[in-house]
T-cell receptor
């Protein structure tokens, strides 16, 4: 069974640009979450989607957005990139995101903003 | 506000020894406490998890001890091996929604 797949794995963007990251959850999983990992702030929750609806949201500015498609695949977008957005962006999936559902992480997308 | 505090930041243990990492939480609504292991260049992988209705859970060489009254939980790695060298994160969540992570512990097992 394939794990959580994230693309691209590495990318470099210029300040002010926007970026879209993609995530394919484990087959059958309907909940997808996104996390940002940085050396300074650690792992921080961005948002969670379930059945194409955002169900939970972290404390990030509106430049960070996401969506989920009917096949549970998800994308996150960061607009007007800032240097501080450089981070590892992790996607995680679970069956339904509720009690008893283990959360599995992908290997992440490394974003560098220059 | 950091809701899950993790210590130590780094830990060096001899091969065969016991590695102990501690976490403390503030939000009493948390009801799920997982530990994740992360190797360089990889995403976090679930190691073991516990719910507050039990005080200890063991899986192989890994044990979680949980103290609900003190709002603390810890990971014990018995017979630590060089392959255990990684960064470990404790986390907590409510109804397994969003995970709130500790700051991580870099564990190094030396021969």
């Amino acid at each position: 069974k394939a794990g959580v797949t994230q693309t691209p794995r590495y990318l470099i963007k210029t300040r002010g640009q926007q970026v879209t990251l993609s995530c394919s959850p484990i087959s059958g999983h309907r909940s997808v979450s996104w996390y940002q990992q940085t050396p300074g702030q650690g792992l921080q929750f961005l948002f969670e989607y379930f059945s194409e609806t955002q169900r939970n949201k972290g404390n990030f500015p509106g430049r960070f957005s996401g969506r989920q498609f009917s096949n549970s695949r998800s994308e996150m977008n960061v607009s007007t990139l800032e240097l501080g957005d450089s981070a590892l962006y992790l996607c995680a999936s679970s069956l339904e995101g509720g009690p008893g559902n283990t959360i599995y992480f992908g290997e992440g997308s490394w974003l560098t903003v220059v | 506000q950091q809701q899950v505090k993790q210590s130590p930041q780094s830990l060096i243990v001899q091969k065969g020894g016991i590695s102990i990492i501690n976490c403390a939480y503030e939000n009493t609504a948390f009801d799920y406490f997982p530990w994740y292991q992360q190797f360089p260049g990889k995403g976090p992988a679930l190691l073991i998890a516990i719910r507050p209705d039990v005080s200890e859970k063991k899986e192989g060489r890994f044990t979680i001890s949980f103290n609900k009254s003190a709002k603390q939980f810890s990971l014990h790695i018995m017979d630590s091996q060089p392959g255990d060298s990684a960064t470990y994160f404790c986390a907590a969540s409510f109804r397994q929604g969003k995970l709130t992570f500790g700051t991580g512990t870099r564990l190094t097992i030396i021969p």
